[in-house]
């Protein structure tokens, strides 16, 4: 595996269930990112970690739950979720948070339908 | 208020012609800009980046333009192939951001043999 992986690339699940994202990332890096994209939205970043470390959170509803065990592995435990949650999850990785380390490499993203 | 805005939702040229995708910020302290493609069912990848130093990037077929004072970027590609068809995301950070990355809202390209 090389890259950035998403698994799995497609979930359905009701509002009262509980399902996780993983993202695995296989090219070293330091910084992992998770980033929802809604039809005709940009993309919109939900949480940074950096060396394991969550370093921002932008506002994300308590539905919303990651977690770092390492830094190639991140994932996002899902609760309780509402119908406008359906979306598209991104997964992104860099070699850190600092510097000019802006090229960020992304998985193909997990299409999440709330039902 | 959306920071970095692409509005222009599509575009469609033929094969060999150019391509002209636009981005405009508001943010006066964003000074790295990089664009992104996106093929259905894949993750953005990285195409093309510039810093505020410069105003003009080229790769290849792909040359980034930067005009500070209009707060404005481009990316033309030429000649245009089929294969660059995909949605084309402008990106926007600044030093005091870290790694943030704000993101446009895309244009899908069409590029016809």
């Known amino acids: 595996e090389t890259g950035v992986t998403q698994t799995p690339r497609h979930l359905v699940m009701g509002m009262t269930n509980k399902k996780s994202l993983k993202c695995e990332q296989h090219?070293?890096?330091?910084?992992m990112y998770w980033y929802k994209q809604s039809a005709k939205k940009p993309l919109e970043l939900m949480f940074v970690y950096n060396f394991k470390e969550q370093t921002e959170n932008n506002s994300v509803p308590s539905r919303f739950s990651p977690e770092c065990p390492n830094s190639s592995h991140l994932f996002l435990h899902l609760h309780t979720l509402q119908p406008e949650d359906s979306a598209l999850y991104l997964c992104?990785?860099?070699?850190?948070?600092?510097?000019?380390?802006?090229?960020?490499?992304f998985g193909p993203g997990t299409r999440l339908t709330v039902t | 208020d959306q920071q970095v805005k692409q509005n222009s939702p599509s575009l469609s040229v033929q094969e060999g012609r150019i391509s002209i995708l636009n981005c405009d910020y508001t943010?006066?302290?964003?000074?790295?800009f990089l664009w992104y493609k996106k093929y259905p069912a894949e993750g953005p990848t990285f195409l093309i980046s510039?810093?505020?130093?410069?105003d003009k990037n080229e790769d290849g077929r792909f040359t980034v333009f930067l005009n500070k004072s209009a707060k404005h970027l481009s990316l033309h590609i030429v000649p245009s192939q089929p294969g660059d068809s995909a949605v084309y995301f402008c990106a926007a950070s600044g030093e005091t951001s870290g790694s943030r990355l704000t993101f446009g809202e895309g244009t899908q390209l069409t590029v016809n043999p």
């Open positions: 510039i810093s505020s130093i410069k």
């Open positions: 943010n006066s302290m964003f000074d790295y």
């Open positions: 090219l070293g890096h330091n910084a």
């Open positions: 992104a990785s860099s070699p850190s948070t600092g510097g000019r380390s802006y090229e960020q490499y």
